[in-house]
């Protein structure tokens, strides 16, 4: 659908590569690779923290704790500056460098020699990477507008799939090949996404659009800015949602099971439900989207994720939380493509890349503010309200994307 009307030489400065399903099918591998890549430490990264040489047990939750926020800190402020660049240079060009400082810094961490080495190396991470966010930008921007939301999801549950599947290979290879061996191994892994970007997508180029994301790309040039802000709150919602139960969970859980021995095994699996079911819901709700509309589709999932946060708050067994997650992981599955194809009909194509990385900001603060508040509230308040303010939270993104919609709308 397009939203907003562009002069005609503006429009028609991005139509769509001819190349797109093979840039789509590159991409997805890449960030899949990627993704996975940048998660396989999760379960061995306090071991490692603890052979760098810290041994007192709150230090080395501690020092856990930062060295994996670090590479989101950083990113979400360089996101919209790579963006800004992929617009005027070129978005293959962003993946390229992005690839190849993973392949680097990743590889590096295998090697580091104390703690501080590590947290530098997760910064560059964080710095120098981005390629998944900058896969949506090149997608996006080289799909026709018909079919953005289709690819978009297919992209977005390649990225999911990456998260689910990097902690579980990340416990399997360290007693393998040991956690520098790993490592070393990640860094290869990149290397070859690296190559198959450099070679095989192939950008369609513009130099229209160059010229004008040089002279007059970024927010300025959006001229209704309404629904753009929408997508950003809508961004961080869907992150702030995913991520406020994190803190609380395993003590939720052994709450309602009996079994000790059994707890973090079904934390696990309440965890991977919403993946699971975002993974399985992403492509067909952005084709969906591409049918009936993106709005519908943003409204409906915000709001039907809220109302199955209730009965969440009230769950008697651990079956029934693991269902509950699956069925709001579906609903949310479709908003990422959503959100980068509403900001992709309603900004110009030399404004894509800035405001698209402005997206990707705005969840990694959501992902921060989600386990924050989650925690906090938990703790001083009560699990059910964790679960209670994020329904809150939801309806009232619900409603808001549903009062700044277009009204007059036609399916993309």
């Not at 402020?77 to 060009?93: C, N, S, T």
């Not at 018909?146 to 689910?164: E, H, P």
């Not at 996404?193 to 994301?213: C, D, G, N, V, Y």
Request: charged content about 10%; hydrophobic content about 55%.
């Amino acid at each position: 659908m397009t939203d907003t009307k562009w002069n005609a030489a503006a429009d028609a400065a991005e139509p769509g590569s001819i190349h797109w399903k093979r840039n789509l099918a590159v991409s997805l591998v890449g960030s899949f690779t990627t993704i996975v890549a940048m998660t396989l430490l999760l379960p061995f990264l306090p071991l490692y923290v603890e052979e760098l040489g810290v041994s007192d047990h709150a230090a080395i939750v501690q020092w856990s704790g930062i060295a994996y926020g670090a590479t989101f800190f950083a990113a979400a402020f360089v996101a919209p500056l790579w963006g800004r660049l992929g617009d005027i240079y070129g978005r293959k060009l962003m993946l390229v460098r992005a690839s190849l400082g993973m392949t680097v810094a990743i590889s590096l961490m295998g090697m580091a020699g104390n703690v501080w080495q590590l947290v530098a190396l997760r910064l560059f991470v964080g710095l120098a990477g981005g390629y998944s966010s900058g896969s949506m930008v090149l997608v996006a921007t080289q799909t026709p507008k018909d079919r953005s939301a289709w690819a978009l999801g297919t992209l977005a549950s390649g990225i999911m799939a990456g998260n689910l599947v990097g902690p579980l290979i990340g416990g399997v290879l360290p007693p393998l090949i040991g956690i520098r061996g790993t490592f070393l191994a990640a860094g290869a892994m990149i290397f070859l996404a690296f190559l198959a970007t450099a070679f095989l997508i192939k950008e369609e180029k513009s130099p229209a659009r160059k010229q004008a994301a040089k002279a007059s790309g970024g927010w300025a040039s959006i001229p209704d800015k309404r629904p753009v802000i929408a997508m950003l709150a809508t961004g961080m919602l869907l992150m702030f949602a995913n991520m406020s139960i994190e803190p609380i969970i395993t003590v939720y859980v052994a709450q309602l099971v009996g079994d000790t021995a059994r707890v973090t095994m079904t934390a696990g699996v309440v965890m991977s439900a919403a993946a699971l079911g975002s993974i399985l819901s992403a492509s067909r709700l952005g084709k969906l989207a591409d049918r009936i509309g993106h709005w519908p589709v943003i409204a409906g999932a915000l709001g039907v994720a809220g109302v199955l946060l209730i009965p969440q708050a009230f769950v008697t067994s651990s079956w029934q939380l693991i269902i509950l997650r699956f069925l709001m992981g579906v609903a949310l599955g479709g908003l990422l493509p959503c959100i980068s194809s509403v900001i992709r009909h309603n900004v110009p194509d030399s404004a894509a890349g800035s405001i698209l990385g402005l997206s990707v900001s705005s969840q990694y603060v959501g992902q921060v503010a989600g386990p924050l508040l989650g925690g906090f509230v938990g703790g001083h308040i009560g699990m059910r309200a964790v679960f209670l303010g994020t329904c809150v939270l939801l309806i009232a993104g619900a409603a808001y994307s549903w009062m700044v919609r277009p009204r007059e709308v036609s399916p993309a």
